[in-house]
């Protein structure tokens, strides 16, 4: 553990055999903060940002809605009432270069806003995404740069669709236009990532079998640490530490479980929750302590595959996802598919009041985050690009106007918000891929 004598630094660890437990931002740390005597809404506050990916599209008649603000929400969004007031939904958006209309380009040009080379083979070419450029400005300030995550074993190779290199819907983040990073879908090799300290990835599995838990490893640390705190603080990080021996605690279960159970379906990983709903909360609070913790500042998250085969018979749909949003506008199947979408959109909704509820400095870790979440396809069923599903959802810290419903009467450029979103956490550009400028509006000005 690394201390001083006036105040711990913002980078503090409790180490022990195999880990590297972060600690979330306390009242001991602010004096050594060189960030400590900005002002409360200042952007430099707001240095966290997110990506969540909804796979082919939506209904967009249940999803958009019908006022300006959020206060009468549409069926598919309706489970976001709780914390709508931190939620802008953007309307006709587009992302022109993913044209001809594919589920490849879907995907790969969500973050990227770029034009994919129509190629099979491994001389594929896109163009360096939006995380990846916030990485590069932001990342070297945290542990891990970067984290991508997704939600499905991404094992397909060669043609996926329509010409298309599978490499351009396995990976939403590309760290340049020839390096795509692939994303993990295993909760237990996430937390590796997370909380393991040095050696191999087998090297930190190896050490986590040889404890009950990782954080009986720093037991000697932590007591050191809680003799330097205040009371405040002290619950602060008892709350943290039992949020990730929680976590840990819920891995670990779905790891005996898999041992015993049926083999999983070709989209999960084994060793995983059987339940998806489950399985995206794990990983959803993983994203939440990865926050929480500074490890990273900037992640993505894929929620399922374009294409995917996925069923979601919890929510009462056995139909499998992709073959649903061809509906070829038979009711009863848009039905289906747009319960899909309501689904995922309420994962995402129990994510922003986990991050609404935890304090963080003079607000919550929502106040000092911005999560992008939405589609590169608008209507699946025609395989078009424009008026896409889009939220943005943030706090305080940016000066974030939430309740809204921003809607363009004319198509607008995806990497416009892009644009707008690298600014918000300090990262200025003159233009991203294809953008024309800034989304006014989003955010209240800034006063001098």
């Given at each position: 553990?690394?201390v ?5 630094p ?5 180490r022990?055999l ?6 979330p931002?306390?009242d001991a740390m602010?004096p050594?903060?060189?960030a400590?005597?900005?002002?409360p809404?200042?952007p ?7 990506f969540?990916y909804?796979?082919m599209?939506?209904d967009?008649?249940?999803?958009t809605p019908?006022g300006e603000?959020?206060?009468e ?9 709780p914390v709508r007031?931190h939620?802008?939904a953007i309307t006709?958006?587009e ?8 589920h490849?380009t ?6 990227s806003a770029?034009?994919a ?16 450029v916030?990485a590069?400005?932001i990342?070297g300030?945290t ?16 043609q996926c669709d329509n010409?298309y290199?599978?490499?351009y ?5 590309w760290?340049s236009?020839?390096?795509?990073l692939?994303a993990?879908?295993h909760?237990r090799i996430v ?9 191999s990835?087998?090297d930190r ?5 040889r404890?009950?838990?990782l954080?009986d490893?720093?037991?000697?640390d ?9 009371p405040?603080d002290?619950?602060?990080v008892?709350?943290?530490l ?5 976590v840990?605690r819920r891995i670990?279960?779905?790891?005996l479980a898999?041992?015993?159970g049926?083999l999983?379906?070709l989209?999960?990983p ?7 709903a489950?399985?995206a909360?794990l ?5 939440a302590?990865?926050l929480?913790?500074d490890?990273?500042r900037v992640?993505t998250?894929q929620?399922a595959?374009?294409?995917?085969g996925?069923t979601y ?9 992709h ?6 506008n ?6 289906r598919?747009a319960?899909?979408?309501a689904?995922?959109v ?10 609404a509820?935890t304090?963080?400095g003079?607000?919550s870790l929502?106040?000092?985050?911005l ?5 590169g ?7 078009d690009h424009?008026?896409l599903?889009?939220?943005v ?5 940016g000066r974030m106007?939430g309740n809204r419903?921003?809607r363009?009467?004319e ?5 416009n ?6 600014d918000?956490v300090?990262v200025r550009?003159d233009?991203?891929a294809d953008?024309r400028g800034?989304i006014?509006g ?5 006063s001098i």
């Amino acid at each position: 553990m690394i201390v001083t004598k006036k105040a711990l630094p913002r980078r503090t660890f409790l180490r022990g055999l195999g880990a590297a437990v972060s600690l979330p931002l306390l009242d001991a740390m602010v004096p050594a903060m060189t960030a400590a005597a900005e002002t409360p809404a200042s952007p430099a506050k707001l240095r966290r940002l997110g990506f969540v990916y909804m796979p082919m599209g939506c209904d967009v008649a249940r999803w958009t809605p019908l006022g300006e603000t959020l206060d009468e929400l549409s069926p598919t969004l309706a489970s976001l009432k709780p914390v709508r007031r931190h939620v802008a939904a953007i309307t006709n958006l587009e992302l022109r270069n993913a044209y001809p209309g594919t589920h490849a380009t879907s995907n790969c040009a969500f973050l990227s806003a770029a034009r994919a080379k129509h190629t099979e083979s491994t001389d594929y070419y896109l163009g360096t995404t939006v995380d990846q450029v916030a990485a590069k400005a932001i990342g070297g300030e945290t542990p891990l740069p970067s984290l991508e995550m997704a939600m499905d074993l991404l094992s397909v190779v060669g043609q996926c669709d329509n010409g298309y290199a599978c490499v351009y819907q396995n990976n939403l983040s590309w760290s340049s236009p020839t390096t795509p990073l692939p994303a993990e879908a295993h909760p237990r090799i996430v937390f590796e990532r997370l909380f393991g300290e040095g050696g191999s990835a087998a090297d930190r599995r190896a050490a986590l079998r040889r404890r009950a838990s990782l954080l009986d490893a720093v037991t000697d640390d932590l007591a050191r640490l809680r003799g330097r705190l205040g009371p405040a603080d002290r619950d602060r990080v008892g709350r943290y530490l039992d949020t990730v021996r929680e976590v840990e605690r819920r891995i670990r279960r779905a790891e005996l479980a898999a041992k015993d159970g049926a083999l999983p379906d070709l989209d999960r990983p084994a060793g995983v929750p059987a339940s998806y709903a489950e399985h995206a909360r794990l990983m959803f609070d993983l994203q939440a302590l990865a926050l929480q913790g500074d490890v990273t500042r900037v992640i993505t998250f894929q929620l399922a595959r374009e294409t995917s085969g996925r069923t979601y018979p919890e929510i009462g749909v056995p139909d499998s996802h992709h073959p649903l949003t061809h509906h070829g506008n038979d009711p009863a199947k848009v039905a289906r598919m747009a319960k899909i979408n309501a689904f995922h959109v309420s994962l995402f909704a129990g994510f922003l009041e986990k991050l609404a509820a935890t304090p963080e400095g003079d607000g919550s870790l929502l106040d000092h985050s911005l999560y992008l979440y939405g589609s590169g396809m608008g209507n699946p069923n025609v395989h078009d690009h424009t008026n896409l599903p889009i939220l943005v959802a943030g706090g305080a810290a940016g000066r974030m106007r939430g309740n809204r419903h921003i809607r363009f009467e004319e198509p607008v450029p995806l990497a416009n918000l892009h644009l707008t979103l690298l600014d918000k956490v300090g990262v200025r550009l003159d233009a991203f891929a294809d953008s024309r400028g800034k989304i006014d509006g989003l955010f209240e000005p800034i006063s001098i």
